[in-house]
């Protein structure tokens, strides 16, 4: 499965972004689909997941402001990221793996390209 991942941009702290993760070759449906970022020095960590079943899973520093979705129509999960704060400065991945979720990033096989998030104060 190939992902792409899109839409993200240069915002001021407290605007709104949304995000996506568009498959192709293989429909999304099946797969855990996380949401990863890493910002300039630090460690890669996974920001949101949702499983094929719909369940949800959030980092606690970003659970009350983020939102994971996904439409298996279009085959995109969407990454609805409020309240932007300077401190969400990263650079986005989505990733996806086969099975249950799982937190760490070594464990997915697929990953998208990724797309910056730049949150000026």
């Known amino acids: 499965v190939q992902l792409q991942a899109s839409g993200g941009g240069l915002v001021q702290a407290g605007d709104s972004l949304r995000l996506s993760c568009e498959a192709s070759g293989r429909t999304l449906i099946s797969y855990v689909i996380g949401w990863f970022r890493q910002a300039p020095g630090k460690q890669r960590e996974l920001v949101a997941a949702i499983t094929s079943g719909d369940t949800t899973n959030y980092a606690d520093s970003v659970k009350d402001r983020i939102t994971i979705s996904r439409d298996n129509v279009k085959n995109i999960v969407y990454l609805e990221m409020n309240s932007l704060k300077p401190e969400d400065t990263a650079v986005y991945y989505c990733?996806?793996?086969?099975?249950?979720?799982?937190?760490?990033?070594?464990?997915?096989?697929?990953w998208g390209q990724g797309t910056l998030v730049t949150v000026s104060s």
């Open positions: 990733a996806a793996r086969r099975g249950i979720y799982f937190a760490a990033g070594s464990a997915y096989d697929y």
